[in-house]
């Protein structure tokens, strides 16, 4: 009898082993098929260095040269984000020649991919905040007014 007991245990034994071993290779009930989709998806999602490349090269073509023939046609808004929080930089642009219904949005766009993009990095900077500047004309042009701050954004 007690052979019969101790057969009976080393095959149930045995049995939870093998199914536990088995248990990370077989699929049970689709889940491995939905923890490859949520990998698959999270590539997808991640932001690219050439992507904010390229929107940025698509908001300064909006913006080209800020001409305007009064102040009022100047504007700045918030450009980028740095990894502490905040703008990285002022886009200033003119109501003249930007078309602000197309340009804001992918602003918005691009402030919030940096964001992401600073966090999937773990990316740091100085914590330091931009203060906020003022547009003026000169000669034609919107530029930063020259008591503030220079943290525009450079043309390349």
């Known amino acids: 009898m007690r052979w019969k007991t101790s057969f009976g245990l080393l095959i149930s034994a045995t049995a939870a082993l093998n199914l536990m071993a088995c248990s990370d290779q077989m699929p049970v009930n689709g889940q491995q098929e939905e923890v490859t989709e949520v990998h698959e998806d999270s590539e997808l999602n991640r932001i690219t260095s050439e992507q904010l490349q390229q929107l940025n090269e698509t908001i300064q073509r909006l913006v080209a040269t800020p001409t305007a023939s009064s102040e009022a046609s100047c504007q700045v808004v918030a450009f980028g984000s740095k990894p502490c929080g905040g703008p990285s930089a002022w886009l200033i642009?003119?109501?003249?020649?930007?078309?602000?219904?197309?340009?804001?949005?992918?602003?918005?766009?691009?402030?919030?991919?940096?964001?992401?993009?600073?966090?999937?990095?773990?990316?740091?900077?100085?914590?330091?905040?931009?203060?906020?500047?003022?547009?003026k004309l000169e000669n034609g042009v919107c530029v930063a007014d020259s008591g503030a701050p220079q943290s525009t954004l450079e043309r390349q």
């Open 93 to 135: 642009y003119s109501r003249e020649v930007t078309d602000e219904a197309q340009l804001l949005p992918l602003v918005d766009e691009y402030n919030r991919l940096t964001d992401r993009y600073n966090q999937q990095e773990g990316l740091m900077s100085d914590c330091a905040v931009l203060p906020p500047i003022q547009p």
